[in-house]
T-cell receptor, first 113, second 115 residues
Framework: DAKTTQPNSMESNEEEPVHLPCNHS???????IHWYRQLPSQGPEYVIH???SNVNNRMASLAIAEDRKSSTLILHRATLRDAAVYYC??????????????FGQGTTLQVKP | DTAVSQTPKYLVTQMGNDKSIKCEQN?????MYWYKQDSKKFLKIMFS???????INETVPNRFSPKSPDKAHLNLHINSLELGDSAVYFC??????????????FGPGTRLTVL
């Protein structure tokens, strides 16, 4: 399984944008990039996913580099409620996909009021 | 309505005991999972079931036995509990198995403490 690398922690001020980076230099051409987050004392929750093009949803935006070796999760206006551990996960297509999510250490985002 | 629910939320027990954790999803999904989050916060897959059939067993000791009575339920039974079993256990479900774009929905977790 291709691996991802994320900074251990980041800080942000409330109501400012946050850019959470993820490196995945060994990504294959068919791997999807998924982001999940885990709020304190809760289970992980899905945030967004993409393949090649940038993606937007109500929670966040995902910017994918042209060579796909890195991506950035963008929270447009961080709130205190966005303080969580953010995980960048690659998911394979085809028969090698076993369905499991492989979590790394993630990035712990701290949001200051 | 809670999409994925687990009971109990907390479980404190002695070494050597046998305990079960229950999981139910009301999303109509075909696939369910158990993940374990250890004290260092690493989340790791333990099992996955698709249509009540075991698909993944990630070298989990056979003291752990998942049971899926129907597609909406995946219970985890643990025999002869050990100190190292202390962790938070998360149940999850997804609509399809091994879909590269599917979303997994997680339960709130069960914090197991073995004394």
């Amino acid at each position: 399984d291709a691996k991802t690398t994320q900074p251990n922690s980041m800080e942000s001020n409330e109501e400012e944008p946050v850019h959470l980076p993820c490196n995945h230099s060994t990504i294959s051409g068919t791997d999807y990039i998924h982001w999940y987050r885990q709020l304190p004392s809760q289970g992980p929750e899905y945030v967004i996913h993409g393949l090649t093009s940038n993606v937007n949803n109500r929670m966040a935006s995902l910017a994918i580099a042209e060579d796909r070796k890195s991506s950035t999760l963008i929270l447009h206006r961080a709130t205190l409620r966005d303080a969580a551990v953010y995980y960048c996960i690659l998911r394979e297509q085809g028969s090698s996909n076993t369905g499991k999510l492989i979590f790394g250490q993630g990035t712990t985002l701290q949001v200051k009021p | 309505d809670t999409a994925v629910s687990q009971t109990p939320k907390y479980l404190v027990t002695q070494m050597g005991n046998d305990k079960s954790i229950k999981c139910e999803q009301n999303l109509g999904h075909d696939t369910m999972y158990w993940y374990k989050q250890d004290s260092k916060k690493f989340l790791k897959i333990m099992f996955s079931y698709n249509n009540k059939e075991l698909i993944i067993n990630e070298t989990v000791p056979n003291r752990f036995s998942p049971k899926s009575p129907d597609k909406a339920h995946l219970n985890l039974h643990i025999n002869s509990l050990e100190l190292g079993d202390s962790a938070v256990y998360f149940c999850a479900s997804s609509q399809v198995f091994a879909g590269s774009t599917d979303t997994q929905y997680f339960g709130p977790g069960t914090r197991l403490t073995v004394l």
